[in-house]
């Protein structure tokens, strides 16, 4: 292995690590613990308030990778979307009270199609990643996975919040050194 690729949100790029901080902290997220552990270089494409679709297109656009790459996804909440055009992307979240997210959750959003939508992405990107690098492993902040989805999420880690927080809805430092211990065992 030698080089280590992360997907995910805001619990990727490191988002409230530091208290009173509501910047990202790369050098102290999650994928940067266990590139640290493992001696490779890391390569963080984590962005906060990123949906499951953001976090697929971004893993579809990356062009660099190498057969012995290890990707690790932290895949979103499936309350949130994205709306791509060619100029933006455009994300979609409950917690935005933007007049056009408003309006998508008053009358388009419906948690049983979000689901289906990120198994569909979840089993796609694992299926294009497959004959491109060593290894693809797949985590969740929650726990909802789409019936027919071949993929299998490895674990949910909601619960390293209990770790502390320093803004109740990210973990803190603690948190992403046990994020990445847990991930440890998987590669």
């Known amino acids: 292995m030698d080089r280590l690729i992360a997907f ?7 988002r409230n690590i530091i208290k009173d901080d509501d910047s990202d902290s790369l050098d102290l997220a999650w994928p940067a613990h266990l590139g640290r552990e493992l ?8 962005k ?16 660099d990778y190498r057969s012995n790459d290890v990707v690790i996804f932290l895949w979103s909440y499936t309350e949130r979307s994205s709306v791509f055009t060619p100029q933006k992307i455009l994300d979609i979240k409950p917690s ?3 007049s056009k997210s408003s309006r998508y959750y008053r ?7 979000n689901q289906i939508d990120f198994g569909l992405r979840l089993d796609h990107i694992n299926y294009f990643l497959t004959k491109k ?3 693809v492993l797949n985590f ?4 909802k996975e789409a019936y027919f989805c071949s993929v299998e999420i490895l674990q949910t880690i909601e619960d390293v919040r209990s770790y502390g927080s320093n803004d109740n809805a990210h973990p803190n430092l603690k948190g ?3 994020i990445a211990r847990r991930m440890l065992t998987y590669i």
């Open 133 to 135: 690098v060593k290894k």
């Open 140 to 143: 969740s902040i929650i726990d």
């Open 8 to 14: 995910g949100d805001s619990w990727t790029s490191g």
């Open 176 to 178: 992403h050194k046990e």
């Open 48 to 63: 906060g308030g990123s949906s499951n679709k953001r976090i697929w297109k971004t893993a579809i656009d990356f062009n």
């Open 96 to 98: 935005d009270l933007k």
């Open 39 to 46: 001696a490779v270089e890391v390569i963080n494409l984590g």
């Open 107 to 113: 009358y388009f959003f419906n948690e049983y199609d």
